[in-house]
């Protein structure tokens, strides 16, 4: 199949285009210039794989918890070819994302995600199956729901950062990951075809992100308007 994927989450966008079973991928970590390069990346992207967007048989990217710009702007690239072409879209919640790779793991998977310091998104799997919703929480919370006599993998982007706190907090859970992590667009192609194949609903045009929390302007917000 032909596809574009975008794994936009986090600062590090990531674009891949896949013609059959060549893939092409191009990352960039730069932060606030996404909006700049999403669009570049993902002509490069198509143009390298020898792809036009009416070739796309359909496109995947993160559906959120992660970062409130380059959530809209992945989400409202790939609605843009929806538009465009009748491309369906295929939006997958990022930790489930992240987890993907080790669905097969007789540990308790934790799917991690960075949020602000010493925060994170997060989410518990075992044998590929979600224990709990998305969350935001503090190192110090996310362990108090860790049984100290369980192994934990933790996956995703913030899994480094996460174990090397949790070294620092407390030598009694046993967490541990592994690097350099999965191939996130691979993963999005994988489970954007079990959607297909298992007759999934594509995105609607009035879906949006999965946001955990409030973005700091709307916390700000509240602030101001509680103080008047």
Same mark, same amino acid.
């Given at each position: 199949?032909?596809?574009?994927?975008?794994?936009?989450?986090?600062?590090?966008?990531?674009?891949?285009?896949?013609?059959? %079973?060549?893939?092409?991928?191009?990352?960039?970590?730069?932060?606030?210039?996404?909006?700049?390069? #999403?669009?570049?990346?993902? !002509? +490069?992207?198509?143009?390298?794989? &020898?792809?036009?967007?009416?070739?796309?048989?359909?496109?995947?990217?993160?559906?959120?918890?992660?970062?409130?710009?380059?959530? %809209?702007?992945?989400?409202?690239?790939?609605?843009?070819?929806?538009?465009?072409? /009748?491309?369906?879209?295929?939006?997958?919640?990022?930790?489930?994302?992240?987890?993907?790779? +080790?669905?097969?793991?007789?540990? #308790?998977?934790?799917?991690?995600?960075?949020?602000?310091?010493?925060?994170?998104?997060?989410?518990?799997?075992? /044998?590929?199956?979600?224990?709990?919703?998305? =969350?935001?929480?503090?190192?110090? =919370?996310?362990?108090?729901?860790? !049984?100290?006599?369980?192994?934990?993998?933790?996956?995703?982007?913030?899994?480094?950062?996460?174990? *090397? %706190?949790?070294?620092?907090?407390?030598?009694?859970?046993?967490?541990?990951? +592994?690097?350099?992590?999965?191939?996130?667009?691979?993963?999005?192609?994988?489970?954007?075809?079990?959607?297909?194949?298992?007759?999934?609903?594509?995105?609607?045009? +009035?879906? &949006?992100?999965?946001?955990? %929390?409030?973005?700091?302007? *709307?916390?700000?917000?509240?602030?101001? /308007?509680?103080?008047?």
């Amino acid at each position: 199949m032909n596809a574009l994927s975008i794994d936009c989450a986090v600062s590090e966008l990531t674009v891949a285009a896949k013609k059959d %079973r060549q893939t092409v991928k191009l990352s960039l970590d730069i932060g606030m210039k996404q909006s700049e390069k #999403i669009l570049p990346a993902i !002509d +490069y992207v198509m143009k390298e794989a &020898g792809l036009t967007p009416s070739d796309l048989d359909y496109t995947t990217c993160t559906l959120g918890p992660g970062t409130f710009t380059g959530l %809209r702007l992945g989400l409202s690239a790939l609605k843009a070819l929806t538009l465009a072409n /009748n491309t369906p879209l295929y939006a997958v919640p990022s930790l489930d994302l992240y987890a993907h790779p +080790y669905k097969s793991s007789n540990e #308790i998977v934790l799917s991690v995600l960075e949020s602000k310091e010493d925060e994170f998104f997060h989410s518990f799997y075992k /044998n590929g199956e979600k224990l709990r919703a998305e =969350e935001d929480a503090s190192i110090e =919370e996310i362990l108090k729901q860790i !049984d100290k006599e369980s192994s934990v993998l933790v996956c995703g982007p913030g899994a480094k950062t996460f174990v *090397e %706190r949790t070294s620092e907090i407390s030598q009694l859970h046993r967490v541990h990951c +592994y690097t350099p992590e999965n191939d996130a667009c691979k993963s999005l192609f994988e489970i954007a075809e079990e959607m297909i194949a298992n007759k999934k609903e594509p995105l609607k045009d +009035y879906d &949006g992100p999965l946001y955990v %929390r409030k973005s700091e302007a *709307e916390i700000v917000l509240e602030k101001k /308007n509680s103080q008047q």
